[in-house]
């Protein structure tokens, strides 16, 4: 299948924590994106990455960490400095101006 | 970046038609018209998009008025799958190929 794979579907963090979102595609594209979504918002970019080993900060980066060691894979890092992590998180692909591929998201939540 | 401008909701009844209204009044010439639909908890998917002509695809279609300040999106005839939030977005030609998302039309499908 082709696709994109967010996992897990849901996540629990407990305070002081790092918890690491997986995205993986096999839709050879080259850039990655991962958006966060607020109940009844529309979706706020968070980090984006056009090449490996290179990625760009979004609109809101604080707290969160990214990498980019294979095409395949950017995982997102919510660390503890991110105070109000509770939400639902989705990756996408893209290949230049063309349209972008949305996974299924993880929700995260605070116990 | 432009802003897009939507309803917050509307409401259809299965097999009569969708439009879906947007403003763009401060669009530039190069910035494409995409639209994007989110169905509950899921990721959104691409519905179709265009710069200046009006675009069919098996999804939807896609009116862009002659001053390009407003489109619409049309479905053609509503099914209780189409039940979505749909986006309305503004893609510039730059080369970091982000979407900017807003909060959307909920629209509601009656059967």
């Known amino acids: 299948d082709g696709g994109i794979t967010q996992s897990p579907k849901y996540l629990f963090r407990k305070e002081g924590q790092n918890v690491t979102l997986s995205c993986e595609q096999n839709?050879?594209?080259?850039?990655m994106y991962w958006y966060r979504q607020d109940p009844g918002q529309g979706l706020r970019l968070i980090y984006y990455s056009q090449i490996v080993n290179d990625f760009q900060k979004g609109d809101i980066a604080e707290g969160y960490s990214v990498s980019r060691e294979k095409k395949e894979s950017f995982p997102l890092t919510v660390t503890s400095a991110q105070k109000n992590p509770t939400a639902f998180y989705l990756c996408?692909?893209?290949?230049?101006?063309?349209?972008?591929?949305f996974g299924a998201g993880t929700r995260l939540s605070v116990l | 970046d432009a802003k897009t401008t939507q309803p917050n909701s509307m409401e259809s009844n299965e097999e009569e038609p969708v439009h879906l209204p947007c403003n763009h009044s401060?669009?530039?010439?190069?910035?494409?018209i995409h639209w994007y639909r989110q169905l509950p908890s899921q990721g959104p998917e691409y519905v179709i998009h265009g710069l200046t002509s009006n675009v069919n695809n098996r999804m939807a279609s896609l009116a862009i008025a002659e001053d390009r300040k407003s489109s619409t999106l049309i479905l053609h005839r509503a099914t209780l799958r189409d039940a979505a939030v749909y986006y309305c977005?503004?893609?510039?030609?730059?080369?970091?190929?982000?979407?900017?998302f807003g909060a959307g039309t909920t629209v509601t499908v009656r059967a």
């Open positions: 839709l050879n594209h080259d850039a």
């Open positions: 977005i503004l893609r510039p030609l730059s080369n970091d190929y982000k979407l900017s």
């Open positions: 401060t669009i530039s010439g190069t910035d494409y």
């Open positions: 996408a692909t893209g290949q230049g101006q063309n349209i972008q591929y």
